[in-house]
């Protein structure tokens, strides 16, 4: 510890100032969500450290080893916040008995290992954000879901639980957001699998397409995390866009901007006859979300509409 470092920390009640350089940690940096939240923190002037597990390349980088719980865990002392975005990809199919044990263990080791090294130190960050999922509120077609709503039933509802249980591990000290994020619109989110197979002509319904999707566009969703480093919210936050939207209009929206045909419906029983539990989870969930405490701590968002974000996202990648 350095020499005349106060032994306690401050309060997990007071908020980092807003408007100064902040120092972030980031495990799951070089992901969708990771590569967009450094770009724009690294543009609003904050300095990013990046958890790595193979050698550090650079003096921004920092080795960790999830799975067996080691990491260097002084580096906590040198950073205002903690951003953990690690955990298996769900859009990997099929989801097996080993995948789906992966899904469940890569995230909550990862937010254990970040815990347990925060609470080694004296003084831990102020704030840990840490990864979570609107999975958590099960399939509740009609109803509106705010971070107030209970968890539902599913694999993913109970994943998500464990994985925010294991991020409340964090000091007393530390503020803790888990956050709820919804279907990201944005390059290797859900349109990498969708843009190709709609130009192809393939584009579909899914099931009825009367589900919601509660998407949030990429350019939003690192923009909110950013907002919650220096708010005073805590406990969940519904990383969703502010206008619910179908399934059917998502992907209709996709076709009509590529203008290609939008003639085909996949049964349900067909997609879980082929993909079980990922394609009730993933495909066939109904989650009317809201991101109610994001509106009330008057967080504004760029892409209000799900085809604001559709077409920002065919723009940047060229369509």
């Known amino acids: 510890m350095a020499e005349g470092r106060p032994a306690a920390s401050p309060s997990a009640a007071e908020p980092l100032e807003h408007g100064r350089s902040l120092t972030v940690l980031i495990s799951g940096a070089s992901g969708l969500i990771g590569t967009e939240l450094k770009r724009q923190l690294a543009e609003n002037g904050h300095t990013v450290l990046s958890l790595v597990r193979r050698r550090p390349r650079t003096g921004n980088e920092v080795n960790w080893a999830p799975s067996a719980h080691t990491i260097d865990f002084s580096v906590m002392e040198r950073v205002d916040a903690v951003v953990n ?3 298996s ?7 097996t008995k080993g995948y789906r044990r992966q899904i469940l263990e890569s995230r909550v080791q990862a937010t254990k290992t970040l815990a347990e090294a925060m609470s080694a130190v004296a003084r831990p960050p102020r704030v840990f954000l840490s990864a979570s999922g609107i999975g958590y509120y099960g399939d509740r077609p009609g109803v509106r879901l705010t971070e107030d709503s209970p968890k539902g039933d599913g694999f993913l509802a109970d994943v998500v639980e464990a994985w925010e249980r294991a991020a409340h591990l964090a000091p007393e000290a530390t503020r803790v957001v888990t956050l709820r994020s919804g279907i990201v619109i944005g390059k290797g989110g859900v349109l990498s699998p969708l843009v190709p197979l709609t130009k192809l002509g393939l584009g579909a319904r899914f099931g009825t397409g009367g589900q919601h999707w509660p998407w949030i566009s990429l350019a939003d969703e690192a923009r909110a995390i950013r907002h919650l480093l220096t708010s005073s919210i805590s406990g969940p936050v519904n990383l969703v866009g502010p206008t619910p939207a179908t399934s059917d209009r998502i992907t209709r929206l996709v076709a009509a901007r590529l203008h290609r045909w939008y003639n085909f419906v996949i049964p349900e029983r067909v997609l879980t006859i082929a993909l079980q539990d990922a394609a009730r989870d993933l495909l066939l969930t109904s989650q009317l979300a809201v991101p109610a405490k ?4 008057g967080f504004e968002f760029v892409h209000e509409r799900v085809d604001q974000a559709i ?3 065919l723009r940047r990648s060229g369509g």
Request: hydrophobic share 40%; aromatic share 6%; net charge negative.
């Open 85 to 87: 975005l690690s955990g």
């Open 89 to 95: 990809p769900l859009g990997r199919l099929p989801w």
């Open 294 to 297: 994001l509106l009330s701590d």
């Open 311 to 313: 077409d920002a996202q």
